[in-house]
């Protein structure tokens, strides 16, 4: 069955220390890997896109990467306003088309 | 406006009304979503239309039911809804069926 996990569920961090967030999948045929950002009661905001093993994507504090089997969102010195909810989304091949499966979503607390 | 735009963006309604969702997007995308998010759970796909046909229906019951007239507009009809159906409902469009762009949502309490 096609899954995507994210992990961990929740992370907090102090301003300026850096880490990752995980998304590991099981789909068969990849067609491309999503990252969003989710403030609270607004809808996700597209970050990044990721379609192969070994590309890497950057904006400002963030860096998207992918393997087979997993992506993750470097935060590099975060600041309180990096504080959201990080969704993985992962397009997979099915008979006739395409689908998009989203994981449960990582949320991220800065403190100053 | 630009971007995908939803109304209302906050709805209350009794189980026995009929109320509806309505998704406007300016990103001349082909194909336009329904999503369900309810606390502490992945996203939930409920409908995509691609060139104003639907394309999937994930077992989503008949008390919500999808519209779409044109590439630009989507609607989501609600009749006789039940509390567990309070969520956020987000629409999105994508080119293509690539990465998707979200509106704001309508927080749905169903009383």
């Known amino acids: 069955e096609d899954q995507v996990t994210q992990s961990p569920e929740a992370l907090r961090l102090q301003e300026g220390e850096s880490s990752s967030l995980n998304c590991s999948y099981t789909v068969s045929g990849l067609r491309g890997l999503f990252w969003y950002r989710q403030d609270p009661g607004k809808g996700p905001e597209f970050l990044f896109t990721l379609y192969s093993a070994g590309e890497e994507k950057e904006k400002e504090r963030l860096k998207a990467t992918l393997t087979k089997k997993e992506s993750f969102l470097h935060i590099t010195a975060p600041k309180p306003e990096d504080s959201a909810t990080y969704l993985c989304a992962v397009q997979a091949r099915e008979a006739g088309g395409f689908k998009t499966i989203f994981g449960a979503g990582t949320r991220l607390f800065v403190k100053a | 406006e630009t971007g995908v735009t939803q109304t209302p963006r906050h709805l209350v309604m009794g189980m026995t009304n009929k109320k509806s969702l309505k998704c406007e997007q300016h990103l001349g995308h082909n194909a336009m979503y329904w999503y369900k998010q309810s606390a502490k759970k992945p996203l939930e796909l409920m409908f995509v239309?691609?060139?104003?046909?639907?394309?999937e229906n994930n077992s989503v019951p008949s008390r919500f039911s999808p519209e779409c007239p044109n590439s630009s507009h989507l609607f989501l009809h609600l009749h006789t809804l039940q509390p567990e159906d309070s969520a956020l409902y987000l629409c999105?469009?994508?080119?293509?069926?690539?990465?998707?762009?979200f509106g704001p949502g309508t927080r749905l309490t169903v009383l």
């Open positions: 999105a469009s994508s080119q293509d069926r690539g990465e998707q762009f």
């Open positions: 239309y691609n060139f104003k046909e639907q394309t």
